[in-house]
């Protein structure tokens, strides 16, 4: 068996706006990254083309889908 993918999920237990989230994010990370708004209550978020998809959710949760191992989840 070979791991391909993982998976995590979480929360950060507060509302967001996710514009000025994308705003800050930009403002502060130091790095281009892509954003796509799916929807008024969530956003994903990649720092490279084919790198894992961080969505965030206006309710604070957010999922991180693609990394190839458990560290590059963290």
Same mark, same amino acid.
């Given at each position: *068996?070979?791991?391909? =993918?993982? *998976?995590?999920?979480?929360?950060?237990? #507060?509302? @967001?706006? @996710?514009?000025? !989230?994308?705003?800050? @994010?930009? #403002?502060?990370?130091? %790095?281009? /990254?892509?954003?796509? $708004?799916?929807?008024?209550? *969530? %956003? &994903?978020? #990649? $720092? =490279?083309?084919?790198?894992?998809?961080? &969505? %965030? /959710?206006?309710?604070?949760? /957010?999922? !991180? #889908?693609?990394?190839?191992?458990?560290?590059?989840?963290?």
């Amino acid at each position: *068996m070979k791991i391909v =993918s993982t *998976m995590g999920s979480g929360s950060i237990d #507060r509302e @967001l706006d @996710l514009e000025n !989230v994308i705003e800050d @994010l930009g #403002r502060s990370c130091g %790095v281009e /990254f892509s954003s796509n $708004f799916s929807s008024h209550s *969530m %956003v &994903t978020v #990649r $720092f =490279s083309e084919d790198g894992p998809a961080h &969505t %965030v /959710f206006t309710s604070g949760s /957010f999922q !991180v #889908r693609g990394p190839r191992d458990i560290d590059e989840l963290y």
